[in-house]
């Protein structure tokens, strides 16, 4: 299988410094707004934004993780269940700001899910869409991101992946 | 990675350790699930299970209940006492009867031993042992180990003391079983009369004597006197028992280090365990309870995701 960088480690940083600014031009002070990052490759944009964003705002910003297995629409569709991740939101939702993030937003499929499991936790003043890469034209639910790190034109049988340096050691794509 | 190795969870003996540790740490999701305002998710929408008790319970028939509606499957209940099982129907009968108005998963307690085997080799569904005579109860080991798990972190080289009715105990056998495979230590302890024979071939010690048994281990798992189950009288009287077998505070407070204390219920109070001991801060009997709800959520979801259960 042939590979294709899509993004290098100075736009990849880039990337997320234009996506923090974004933010801040819409939530200002972060005191109504919360970031989930849907787990598990969510999670790793929640957390650098987060830091990025309190680096840059000098202000608490509110992070959490939520795994959305449970209420994916392919369970028993599959050949096997898959295994769950750490849900990890210790605070309310309830009237707040959320910014859902992902890492790549493909069919949609796992932002409705996502959207599902948000609304166990109350009842959020609104709900963004925060995806870090955005494969246009492939969607299967009427879903589109707030906020894009980089767009990209694929085909079903391409696959897109983005590495942390947490994950990965580097920072890619 | 993430599937069972088997097709229905009729027992311990069955799961590989793979398959244990993989049901535990499902759990684990499932106990932060039963934390939120909205203890529900909708894995098992299109899934009806039925629990069929062909023996008392109230623990577990609300635990597996519970379970099955925080999944939302759609549950039917049947208790054999109030069943047309006493009008003679077999239970292959009564059974497939149940599943012919399209049930997806069984959930069944009976007296007779092997009565899921049997019944797994004869109909088309998944089947929940929750306990069969004196053979197994799988999910109650697994909530138990769960339950270890949670207070010592590892259950390899963990010293489990199981006390009192080893001969009708299907909680002791399912967890011996488990035990054993995740490298726990195991020493039973109870009334030679109640020791089955070759239960040392199973790899467990027995002790006699309880302080013994108490002083060696960091858990002790105090089972309950099955007097429905004993035909014939197995010690001179339940004083004795108590006298010898029975745990109070100060026996406990007499130990050289604080153990953990479980009980799978229902307790005998005042028999094999005393009030001050099973509401002490040492006993963790009722995270058990709480326990129970997340681990058979988790078995549930695992053998409802195998994907064949709609050809069922």
Redesign the interface.
Known sequence: MTHKVLLGPDEFKLTLSRLCYELIENHNSFSDTVIIGIQPRGAYVANRLAKQLKDITQQNITSGTL?I????DD?????????????NIDFLIEDKKVVLVDDVLYTGRTIRAAM??L????RPASVELLAFVDRRYSRHLPIQPDYVGRVVDTIQSQKVKVEWVENEGTDHR | MSALSVQHLLGIKDLTVSDIELILSTAKQFKEVLNRPIKRVPSLRDVTIANLFFENSTRTRLSFELAEKRLSADVVNFAASSSSVSKGETLIDTVNNILAMKVDMVVMRHPKPGAGVFLAKHIKAKIVNAGDGAHEHPTQALLDAYSMLEVHGSLKGLKVAIVGDILHSRVALSNIFLLNKMGAEVVVCGPPTLMPKFITSLGVRVEPNLMKALEWCDVANMLRIQLERQDIKYFPSLREYTMLYGLNKERLDSLSKKITIMHPGPINRGIEITSDVADSDQSIILDQVENGVAVRMAVLYLLAGQKNISEA
């Open positions: 795994d297995t449970f209420y994916r369970f028993r569709h599959q050949a096997e269940p898959l295994a769950a991740y750490d849900t599902e499991a609304l166990q936790f109350g």
